[in-house]
């Protein structure tokens, strides 16, 4: 994590920099088509954003906050979903 925006935490990994947000909800966010799974968590995503729901919460990324930031590689992204699951 390298700063936030106030809503949001911005991270960096690996030639990649994005936003990253979460909140408690108590059923999943259907946003979006499935694009995998990592950890037994499913991963969707809608063309802007990629999210997932573990343990109460539902977790958002997007690329930023340059234009050209770029999401997470599918295993840093696949480490970041399971780690998720320790909220």
Do not use: M
């Not at 979006?32 to 063309?47: E, H, L, S, T, Y």
């Not at 990629?50 to 234009?67: L, M, V, Y």
């Amino acid at each position: 994590v390298v700063g936030d925006t106030g809503s949001a935490l911005i991270a960096k990994s690996r030639g990649s920099s994005f936003y990253v947000w979460a909140t408690r909800t108590t059923s999943p966010n259907n946003a979006g088509k499935p694009v995998g799974q990592a950890c037994r968590i499913q991963i969707r995503d809608d063309g802007t954003r990629t999210s997932w729901h573990t343990n109460d919460h539902t977790f958002w990324i997007e690329a930023g906050p340059r234009g050209d930031a770029r999401l997470p590689a599918r295993r840093a992204l696949a480490s970041l979903v399971c780690a998720s699951r320790a909220i």
